[in-house]
């Protein structure tokens, strides 16, 4: 970790530097601290060095067999297989992000109740400093597992900090969905500070001009996913009904949630939110790095660091219009009437989400033409995604009716979306219901398909596999098209791979207070 301090012990070239002499004195001085917290978002994975204000999360991808790394992103391919190195800059770039946000949310927290201004208002920036820092903790956990828990400035004698702890079980009898994790003091940090900004000041779905910014529905997304690692059924039911209740719904057409058209729509739970060509560093580089690399759909022709892949086009149904809202076919699929020929020979599919073209195929979306950012905002949470989350929660609480009834208002989309095609038609249907007379596993399963479909480049699938205890038996799966290709290519281990190594430099640091996480010895 790297903290701002007058002492040659710590990294020459800081990040997150704050004067406090004459800072965290008035309502605008608090305004701009907790501005620059969420700006912390625009920051999330990546490659480093070259993803500066980037939303785009292919950690959650490239953990699993849906996305194929660019050849010159060597770690993806390493973590990808479970053969990452604590030593690769990778890890230290994912590691240090949350440690700077923390920085800047810490900071934020104990100096913004100090200052006189109206206290509403200030209210409600603890309330959106407490969901940041709770984000960030809570992505340590699920990252990291063992790293530090950092929830207070630190001095200089403070520094090198021991692990949290982390403790997960295996719940006997089950067969799917059967990873626990019964401690995680990095957990219990990110619960607390959720609970902490849901007693503050702060609405529980913004509209006009706070959207964007922390709501309940947002908190309380987050908090349930802490109540489903750690299988808290009943109490992830009674938030997620909550949120259910706050207004939000589905947009009719599955496309239009990725072309930067609908930002901060009625499907939004929480966005990562950039605006283009306002010289404030708070534009979108997403769509340089997932468009097909060289077709020339975009600005800066796309450089297509994840590309999807055979084993995630065989998981789509026939006739299901999110396969061609999402994925490219070679010689088959187009942008505005330029076909998709995958000029580098990658694997005859490109990533068509968040694919926004110079003018006049942007939409009407703020493209900067020069530097390749565009507006388009990043979502991190949908509607769509607390109706799966329902759905799986009541299928543990054995009420699959329920649980397909959640299912099918999801799928039911498939009969407004439309084909992005302007050259080849594809045939596309609503999707039948699945049905309510499931059993468990078969419910578990109709879940896992539809989670990884719905949400497929949105960064989540491989963390659902280890989320559900499932990652080793669905990894090593022999017909897994990268297992096909390259015969035990997936190297998955259960009681390692769950989460990452801690970087090396940040064990070397510590002197031999930090422990390195199991099996990265």
Known sequence: MIFVACSDQLDKDPYGVVSTSNFYKTAQDAEMAVTSAYKSFQLLDGQQGWNTRAGYTPMGDVTGPDAQAHPDLVVYYQIQQSI??????????????????????????????????????????????????????????????????????????????????????????????????????????????????????????????????????????????????????????????????????????????????????????????????????????ATVLNAPNGDGFVAGGGWGWTRPTPDLEREYEEGDPRFVATIFRKDVDDFFGQMFIDKVNGTGLGIRKWTIGNPPNNKGVVVDQVSWYNSCNYSLIRYAEVLLWYAEVMNELNDQVTAAKYVNMVRARTATTTDPNTINSNVIRELPPISPTLSYEEMFWAIVHERRVEFAFEGKFGWDLRRWGIAQEYLLDPNRWQNEVTPGYFRYKDGKDEIFPIPQLEIDRSGGTLIQNAGYD
Not at 149 to 160: Q, W
Not at 172 to 180: D, F, M, S
Not at 235 to 247: D, F, V
């Open 84 to 285: 990452v190195m604590p030593s690769v800059d990778q890890m230290y770039m994912l590691y240090s992000r949350c440690y700077k946000a923390l920085t800047l949310t810490n900071m934020a927290l104990q100096k913004i109740p100090e200052i006189e201004m109206d206290e509403q208002l200030k209210s409600r920036y603890l309330g959106e400093l407490y969901f940041i820092r709770g984000f960030w903790m809570f992505r340590l956990a699920y990252m990291f597992g063992t790293a530090p828990l950092v929830n207070k400035v630190l001095d200089i004698s403070e520094l090198n900090l021991p692990n949290s702890v982390r403790e997960a079980t295996r719940v006997t009898g089950k067969k799917v969905n059967n990873y626990k994790i019964t401690k995680s003091d990095l957990m219990d940090q990110a619960e607390a500070d959720f609970k902490m900004a849901l007693q503050q000041n702060i609405e529980n779905r913004n509209t006009g001009d706070l959207m964007g910014r922390a709501d309940k529905g947002a908190v309380k997304a987050y908090l349930v996913q802490i109540y489903l690692y750690q299988h808290r059924w009943q109490e992830a039911k009674t938030l997620l009904e909550e949120i259910m209740s706050y207004g939000y719904d589905l947009l009719p057409d599955y496309n239009d949630l990725f072309d930067g058209t609908n930002d901060n729509s009625i499907e939004a739970v929480f966005e990562v939110q950039y605006t283009a060509m306002n010289q404030k560093g708070t534009d979108n580089f």
